[in-house]
């Protein structure tokens, strides 16, 4: 137990460690360009530093710093440079916004599609299953009757026939004994 805690405690010490570590770009947040056309990216926070790159309208860069009137921003592509501050924003702009929202209502409706697609198949399913079940109680009753009928009701006819043949036999024997010309031989009493 003292071990593992022991290797515990390591742990959190080295994990403390590597986040203090870590460079300032961790706690950099994300932002975008809004205007209308491109933007000069400045080695420093003023017009009077160099351009080192250009940035797009609704492009997503990473603010690093804010000074005077102006931020710093990293772009996806790695360029590090300053922009005037009215001309970056924190939130989503409207037009990504928009185009967000589309593709959400494209899949939404994609995925409607398919569940109705899949709804009508259950239906068709459930109504051939229904027509099957009906069909197979109809059956259920029908055998069920003649199993009834086996059992109790239809004996009477079998009775019938076996006391008419047993009539007819003993009726057979008599007259064939009458007429094979034998006698019968008288008894002796005693």
């Known amino acids: 137990m003292a071990r593992r805690l022991a290797r515990l405690g390591v742990f959190a010490c080295g994990l403390t460690l590597a986040l203090t570590l870590l460079p300032v770009d961790a706690a950099a947040q994300a932002a975008w360009v809004r205007g209308e056309?491109?933007?000069n990216l400045r080695s420093g926070p003023g017009t009077r530093y160099r351009i080192v790159a250009t940035v797009e309208r609704d492009e997503r860069?990473?603010?690093t710093a804010n000074e005077s009137g102006w931020t710093q921003v990293r772009t996806?592509?790695?360029d590090q440079g300053w922009l005037p501050a009215r001309y970056v924003q924190r939130s989503l702009p409207d037009s990504l916004r928009l185009k967000q929202v589309q593709e959400e209502l494209e899949s939404a409706r994609k995925e409607l599609g398919e569940r109705t697609e899949e709804f009508?198949?259950?239906?068709?399913e459930s109504a051939a299953l229904q027509q099957k079940e009906a069909a197979q109680g109809e059956q259920i009753l029908e055998l069920?009757?003649?199993n009834l009928d086996l059992k109790a009701g239809e004996r009477w006819p079998y009775?019938?026939?076996g006391a008419t043949i047993l009539v007819a036999g003993v009726l057979a024997g008599a007259i064939?004994?009458?007429f094979s010309g034998r006698r019968p031989q008288p008894r002796i009493r005693f």
């Open 159 to 161: 009775l019938i026939t």
């Open 120 to 124: 009508e198949k259950l239906s068709q």
């Open 61 to 63: 860069v990473q603010i």
């Open 144 to 146: 069920t009757e003649e």
């Open 176 to 178: 064939l004994a009458r």
């Open 76 to 78: 996806a592509s790695g």
């Open 37 to 39: 056309t491109k933007f």
